[in-house]
């Protein structure tokens, strides 16, 4: 909460600074009214918590109405909820809310096709660290909510060897070796996950050992099957890379724990919404 709290803060001195001065000029301190979020889009709703808590921090005597919860499915014309209040507190806050809940929307809308293109198979859809700066909180909350899962927060929760990581080191083996010897300096308890790029970094990895998750890099379906059975059950899978709707059903099928889809926050569709005056 204190990290959310944070970031509408810090969002809202960006866009008032030293005030509205358009709604400060024109609409009197007492006048109050309320306005309804209208749906213009299809899909799945997200963001509404965040913007109970927008209200709740910039003015804590609006009321907000809701009709439509975080992860329901929505269509034109639907009303999501109802603020009522202060017209001016409404009038400052409106395109914050509409920022976050169709940014939001939108992940959450894109990551429950990715979610429905895998049912009936064991992947799990995880999103990646592609999100916009300062605003990951948002964004993975967003791939939540459309039925996905978070891949680590960070840099600081999990250890992800890459690629880059593995050519500075000089080889698989001594990346794996380093890590090691980092954690336990650091008396660190930390997953160990392990980019490949092919089936000699594969085999290389499967010979050391020492690792929680192997990342398969732009396999391809078949290739990931393959690779799946060569690590036959010793390690979580996971898939990244060239991932799209049309193909992640035959890497769901090659039977991988995890694929990971950076589209889900940074190539997304904003859902159109509008917040209107109620009449």
């Given amino acids: 909460m204190l990290e959310l709290d944070f970031i509408i803060r810090k969002a809202l001195e960006e866009d008032i600074k030293n005030g509205d001065h358009t709604t400060l000029s024109i609409i009197p301190p007492e006048a109050e009214g309320s306005a309804q979020l209208l749906i213009k889009d299809t899909g799945i709703l997200a963001g509404i918590a965040v913007a109970r808590r927008v209200y709740e921090i910039f003015d804590q005597n609006l009321e907000m109405k809701i009709f439509i919860s975080d992860g329901e499915k929505i269509k034109p014309g639907d009303i999501a909820y109802e603020v009522m209040g202060s017209a001016r507190s409404i009038l400052q806050?409106?395109?914050?809310?509409?920022?976050?809940?169709?940014?939001?929307?939108?992940?959450?809308?894109?990551?429950?096709?990715?979610?429905?293109?895998?049912?009936?198979?064991?992947?799990?859809?995880?999103?990646?660290?592609?999100?916009?700066?300062?605003?990951?909180?948002?964004?993975?909350?967003?791939?939540?909510?459309?039925?996905?899962?978070?891949?680590?927060?960070?840099?600081?929760?999990?250890?992800?060897?890459?690629?880059?990581?593995?050519?500075?080191?000089?080889?698989?083996?001594?990346?794996?070796?380093?890590?090691?010897?980092?954690?336990?300096?650091?008396?660190?308890?930390?997953?160990?996950?392990?980019?490949?790029?092919?089936?000699?970094?594969?085999?290389?990895?499967?010979?050391?050992?020492?690792?929680h998750r192997i990342m398969l890099d732009n396999f391809s379906p078949d290739d990931t099957l393959r690779a799946v059975k060569l690590i036959n059950g010793r390690y979580e899978v996971e898939s990244s890379g060239g991932i799209t709707l049309e193909n992640i059903q035959h890497y769901a099928l090659a039977g991988v724990d995890f694929i990971s889809v950076g589209a889900l926050t940074h190539q997304i569709h904003s859902l159109d919404m509008s917040l209107k005056k109620t009449i």
Avoid: W
């Fill in 93 to 211: 806050t409106e395109r914050l809310v509409l920022n976050i809940m169709q940014r939001m929307s939108g992940i959450a809308t894109q990551t429950s096709y990715y979610v429905q293109a895998v049912k009936g198979t064991k992947a799990v859809i995880l999103d990646t660290r592609k999100t916009s700066p300062c605003l990951r909180l948002l964004e993975k909350m967003a791939v939540r909510i459309g039925g996905g899962s978070n891949h680590r927060a960070g840099l600081y929760d999990m250890i992800m060897i890459k690629d880059n990581h593995i050519d500075f080191a000089g080889s698989v083996e001594q990346a794996i070796d380093r890590v090691h010897r980092y954690l336990k300096e650091k008396n660190f308890d930390l997953k160990i996950e392990i980019e490949v790029r092919n089936f000699d970094e594969l085999d290389r990895v499967l010979n050391k050992g020492g690792v």
